[in-house]
């Protein structure tokens, strides 16, 4: 029987996706054997989770009321990329190739689940869409879920403004955070106009 202290750590590492008992426990013996420094950080980091907000904008994970990319003056407002997870936002941040904003749904349709547009933040996109918004680019996962929610996003925006949806090749039924780089860049010049 491992001290009562040590039995929360492995609880609290429990959490973690993919992380069973055995793991947690690897976890909690390697966090312990840290100096002081890495463990005040760690503790630090972990406990600056409860500050972190949604931005008001588009969704995504943020520091303050808007996230770092609605913050920045060097984006193009005119042109929204839709994605289904905020993760999603990186993958496509390291292609390079796009400097417009995103709007992140948190989630996709999935009537198997449960999971409906009204679920979905898709509400708060309409609102930002306007006379300016030049295209709205739906990058969901190249899924049946992601292709659903495309289908439905483009029937909903249909002559508000120009849509277009990432032409993904090979990778469909894959997901656009592990489509790598190369593959997300051709998807994002080769997209088609819905
Ligand atoms: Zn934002």
Redesign the pocket.
């Given at each position: 029987m491992y001290p009562r202290k040590f039995e929360d750590l492995t609880e609290a590492f429990r959490h973690l996706p993919g992380v069973g008992a055995k793991t947690a426990e690897r976890y909690a013996f390697a966090a312990m054997s840290w100096d002081k420094q890495t463990q005040e950080n760690f503790i630090q980091a972990v406990s600056g989770m409860k500050d972190m907000k949604l931005?008001?904008?588009?969704?995504?994970i943020?520091d303050d009321d808007?996230?770092v990319?609605?913050?920045a003056s060097d984006r193009n407002p005119k042109i929204i990329c839709v994605v289904q997870n905020a993760k999603d936002i990186q993958a496509i941040e390291n292609t390079g190739s796009f400097k417009g904003?995103?709007h992140v749904l948190n989630g996709g349709i999935n009537t198997q689940k449960g999971i409906l547009p009204e679920d979905l933040n898709i509400e708060s996109l309409m609102e930002r869409i306007n006379e300016d918004t030049e295209e709205v680019i739906l990058a969901t996962d190249p899924t049946v879920e992601g292709e659903t929610t495309a289908l439905y996003l483009t029937r909903l925006l249909d002559r508000k403004t120009k849509v277009s949806r990432l032409a993904y090749g090979i990778s469909v039924g894959s997901h656009l955070d592990y489509t790598d780089t190369l593959t997300l860049t051709k998807a994002f010049e080769g997209r088609t106009q819905k």
């Open positions: 931005c008001k904008t588009c969704g995504n943020a808007l996230c990319y609605c913050k904003l995103y």
